[in-house]
């Protein structure tokens, strides 16, 4: 039978306080969401004030006798003019706001001629939409739904017919089960039927995989038409939307963020300046009525239990004031080195922002440069931008892995890249250049990169495969 036995053991392990987890956070906040930390901070401790900014000279010189002159000169210039009666009618000003696209949709579906039961099938449709709008959902499992949440027994046949509706409606495409069929509800809408757009939709409906492919000599051979009348027929297939919903805004869609950056660079004369963006982020000081109630609390005898409550609570607050103004000037400074260090690293690239200048750098060059953790550069750098005088762009921009070339001289990735998507943009679109031939590209020019490390580039560039680049 095993016994229970106690023993005393000693462990050093390395925990975070609280204090350093909140300084980690705050590290890698970007500009727009320090200012709201700071903001709930403020308004969380009472201990913690902005610092009052000093005021323009010329506004504090303005005498008593100064704003009285004003209001006599003031008062001689009429400041409004009265030319309304009281027959006139006064309105508010309305604010607009745009209609979603389902509100849209269950517009036009008015104007059709249809049941209740029909209405019922399609609100549900229309409500099922992808934010592209796709109907991605199966019709049996719509039909299921529809009987499970709005209690109506539909067949598949009736979810099919109202679906045929809603793909009549504005813009043309909504309710497109898969690309193909966005395609050719776009060509059916065409007023002009034009042999090219009749070409178009038997190219999507009956030989739709080989398009994708991109087999165009078999098509030709298939379909039995001249490589101008197939010319024609791809424009009209080119000009067609792949994705319905663009350029209709929904309520519900979140507005795009804004960017603030969080340094600002210029460059003159051949010297740099740059700036910590900081322009929201008020000076932060500690209240001195709260510092002067401590000290005479701390200064009395007796006190009673209530008073002793309450020193405790502002001395809590006092020093976790105290750590917040430290953490921000802290933050400011690991920010500012950071940046100094990565601008002497890139000052070739920051002069003018030519690319090919950029040089590989990892965020182990920039640790060692300033004696950070490499973690505590990753922080910096997330999420922080810088504005230069040729552009906004984010800090991890400026870090790329290295390659050696025949010559032994290291570059950036980021060149290669470069480099490739020239290749890609000046090649015979007939015969596009396969990745075989974009490697002894680069070998030609000096850098040895295998097959696949410029397929995994090329993918990174979000460039096709040769097959899928191939025009007529």
């Known amino acids: 039978m095993a016994t229970i036995r106690q023993s005393l053991e000693q462990k050093l392990q390395q925990r975070l306080s609280p204090q350093q987890i909140q300084g980690i956070k705050l590290l890698e906040l970007p500009t727009l969401q320090l200012e709201e ?13 902005e610092e009052e900014r000093e005021s ?26 009265n030319n309304s009666s009281k027959d006139d009618e006064h309105r508010s000003p309305t604010l607009s706001q745009g209609m979603s696209l389902q509100d849209f949709l269950l517009e036009q579906l008015s104007y059709h001629n249809l049941s209740e039961r029909e209405l019922t099938i399609a609100r549900f449709i229309i409500g099922t939409l992808d934010d592209d709008g796709y109907l991605r959902r199966p019709i049996p499992s719509i039909t299921d ?8 027994e539909v067949t598949d046949a009736e979810v099919e017919h109202v679906l045929g509706i809603i793909q009549t409606l504005d813009p043309a495409g909504i309710g497109a089960r898969d690309l193909g069929e966005c395609l050719v509800i776009q060509l059916k809408a065409l007023r002009q039927q034009t042999p090219a757009v009749r070409l178009a939709i038997r190219i999507l409906t ?31 297939i080119m000009h067609l939307n792949p994705k319905p919903t663009n350029g209709y805004s929904d309520e519900s869609s979140a507005a ?12 003159n004369n051949g010297m740099f300046d740059l700036q910590l963006t900081s322009r929201n982020v008020p000076e932060l000081r500690i209240n001195n009525s709260y510092l002067r109630m401590a000290e005479k609390a701390m200064g009395g005898g007796a006190q009673s239990e209530a008073d002793k409550e309450a020193l405790q609570f502002i001395r809590q607050k006092i020093e976790s004031a105290k750590w917040f103004i430290s953490a921000i000037k802290q933050r400011q400074e690991t920010l500012m080195k950071t940046m100094r260090a990565i601008l002497q690293f890139q000052r070739e690239y920051f002069v003018e922002g030519d690319e090919s200048k950029l040089k590989p750098m990892i965020l182990k060059d920039i640790a060692d440069a300033t004696g950070y953790d490499i973690s505590t550069i990753s922080r910096v750098v997330n999420s922080k931008y810088i504005q230069t005088h040729f552009g906004v762009f984010l800090l991890k921009y400026f870090f790329s892995e290295g390659l050696m070339t025949d010559s032994g001289e290291e570059v950036s990735t980021r060149e290669i890249k470069r480099i490739l998507a020239e290749a890609i943009e000046q090649e015979d679109k007939r015969d596009p250049l396969t990745d075989e ?16 490390t410029v397929a995994k580039y090329r993918e990174m560039l979000g460039i096709p495969t040769s097959r899928l680049r191939k025009e007529l």
């Open 37 to 49: 930390r700071v903001k709930q901070e403020i308004e969380e401790n009472p201990v913690l004030e």
């Open 56 to 81: 323009d000279p010329d506004e504090t010189s303005l005498t008593l006798e100064d704003y009285l002159r004003n209001e006599e000169s003031a008062s001689s210039y009429k400041l409004k003019v």
């Open 145 to 152: 739904d529809i009987a499970f949440t709005q209690g109506v």
């Open 206 to 236: 009956e030989h739709y995989e080989a398009f994708v492919k991109k087999h165009y000599e078999r098509l030709i051979r298939r379909l039995g038409v001249s490589e101008e009348e197939f010319r024609g027929a791809l424009e009209e």
């Open 256 to 267: 795009s963020p804004n960017i603030i950056p969080d340094f600002t660079l210029d460059y």
């Open 437 to 452: 031939a974009l490697m002894d590209t680069l070998t030609a020019k000096g850098y040895k990169i295998a097959r696949r």
